[in-house]
C-alpha cells in the first residue's frame, strides 16, 4: 500500500497531517505528535498581535518615562496570557526542526503587511520547512469593499514570498463572494499551497451576563461539507497544493478529502479529544479502506471525486439544490 504523498514539494509517508493547535505549545507535544504518526506538524501560530505586543514592550524600555507602554498593555490584554513571544517561538521551530525527522512547518496570524511578516524570514532561518499563513480578518468595517479586503490579503501574501525561499501556503477563509477566483489569485500572487478553511471562532452571547462571550468548541465530522465541495471544485485547477483542515474525526473524512483531491488531510480536534497517537489511528482507518475497496496508492485516490472527474460535475453546484431539498423527508409533512 503506497500512501505517500506530496505537499507543498516536501514528500510525505502519508497525508495525515496535525494542523496548528496547542499540542505543538512545546516540543515534547511535538514529538508526540510525530511518535503518534502524524506525516508533518503545523506549529501552532505565532501571531501579529503578539509580535506587536512584544515590540511595544521593546520600545518602552528603550524609551523609558513614555505613557505609550501602558497604553499598549490596554491594546493587547488577552495577549499578555499567551506567553510566547516570538523569541520562544523562533525557539521551539529551532529545536523542532533539529530534533524531528518530519517536515516542521511554522503559522503565522495576522493581517497587516507591516512589521510581523519580517519575522517570516526568521522562522524560515530556524529551520521550518514551510510557512504557514492564516490572514484572519473580520471586515467589521462596512464601508470597505470586497475588492479592498481581498487586497489585505494578497498584500500579506506577497510581502511574505518576497521575503521567503520556503514554501508558503494560505489557511484560506471561506468567506469571499468567489471562493475559485481569490484561490486562483493567491496563487498568482505566490501560495505554493491553500489549506481550505480557516476555522473562525465566532463569539457567541452569555445571556445571564449580557456578555460576548468567546467559543471555542472542537469541530464535527458534519464540517467537512464546505472544504469537502471547494477541494472538489479547486482540485486539478489551480498550480498549488491543497490541503484539508475541519471535521476531520475518523478515516472516513480522511477518504473523502482524499477522493475529493486533498494532497494532505490536517487534525487538530481529533487530536485533542483522543490524543496525539490518533494520528495512527486515521492512517490506519485509511490503509483499511484502501484495502477493502483495493486502492493501492492514496495517488490513485487523490481526486477521483473532483469535480473535473466525477460522472456528474453539476452535482456540486446549484443544479443539485432543488433535488437535495426535494429528497427531505419528514412525517410531519403530509
Ligand atoms: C484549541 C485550538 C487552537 C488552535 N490554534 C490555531 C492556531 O494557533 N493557528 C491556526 O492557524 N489554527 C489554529 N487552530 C485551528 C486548527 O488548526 C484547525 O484548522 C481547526 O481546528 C479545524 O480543524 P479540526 O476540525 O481538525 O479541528 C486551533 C484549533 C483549536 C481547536
New binding site residues.
Given amino acids: 500500500m503506497d500512501l505517500k504523498t506530496t505537499y507543498l514539494g516536501m514528500d510525505l509517508k502519508h497525508p495525515v497531517v496535525a494542523?496548528?493547535?496547542?499540542l505543538s505549545a512545546t516540543l515534547d507535544g511535538i514529538k508526540r505528535l510525530e511518535d503518534g504518526g502524524a506525516a508533518a506538524v503545523?506549529l501552532?501560530?505565532l501571531f501579529e498581535e503578539q509580535i506587536r505586543y512584544e515590540n511595544e514592550s521593546f520600545d518602552y524600555l528603550i524609551d523609558q518615562g513614555a505613557d505609550r507602554f501602558a497604553e499598549s498593555l490596554s491594546y493587547f490584554p488577552a495577549v499578555e496570557d499567551y506567553h510566547v513571544g516570538p523569541e520562544k517561538y523562533l525557539n521551539l521551530v529551532r529545536q523542532a526542526s533539529e530534533s524531528c525527522d518530519i517536515p516542521i512547518i511554522g503559522?503565522l496570524?495576522g493581517i497587516s503587511d507591516k512589521g510581523w511578516t519580517e519575522y517570516a524570514k526568521d522562522i524560515q532561518s530556524a529551520g521550518a520547512r514551510a510557512l504557514?499563513l492564516?490572514i484572519f480578518y473580520i471586515p467589521a468595517d462596512i464601508s470597505l469593499s470586497g475588492r479592498e479586503v481581498e487586497e489585505r490579503y494578497l498584500q500579506v501574501v506577497r510581502k511574505v514570498k518576497g521575503a521567503v525561499a520556503i514554501p508558503v501556503a494560505v489557511?484560506m477563509s471561506p468567506f469571499f463572494s468567489s471562493i475559485g477566483e481569490m484561490a486562483r489569485r493567491f496563487v498568482d500572487d505566490g501560495a505554493d499551497g491553500l489549506v481550505l478553511f480557516?476555522?473562525f471562532y465566532q463569539p457567541d452571547f452569555d445571556l445571564d451576563a449580557l456578555e460576548v462571550m468567546p467559543n471555542?468548541e472542537?469541530?464535527a465530522p458534519s464540517?467537512i461539507r464546505l472544504p469537502l465541495l471547494w477541494i472538489a471544485v479547486l482540485h486539478g485547477r489551480l498550480n498549488c497544493s491543497l490541503a484539508a483542515?475541519?471535521?476531520?474525526q475518523t478515516g472516513t473524512e480522511v477518504v473523502k478529502y482524499l477522493m475529493a483531491g486533498a494532497d494532505a488531510v490536517?487534525?487538530?480536534?481529533?487530536l485533542?479529544r483522543h490524543g496525539a497517537g490518533y494520528a495512527k489511528t486515521l492512517v490506519d482507518d485509511l490503509e483499511r479502506w484502501m484495502e477493502r475497496r483495493d486502492y493501492a496508492s492514496v495517488a490513485q485516490m487523490k481526486g477521483s471525486m473532483s469535480q473535473q472527474k466525477v460522472a456528474d460535475p453539476s452535482a456540486f453546484e446549484r443544479a443539485n439544490y432543488i433535488k437535495v431539498l426535494e429528497s427531505y423527508k419528514t412525517p410531519y409533512l403530509v
Avoid: D, I, Q, W
Wanted: aromatic share 4%; glycine share 8%; hydrophobic share 30%.
Fill in positions: 494542523s496548528a493547535g496547542p503545523v501552532f501560530s503559522s496570524n504557514e492564516n489557511k480557516n476555522r471555542l472542537l469541530s464540517e483542515t475541519r471535521g476531520v490536517m487534525t487538530t480536534s481529533a485533542l
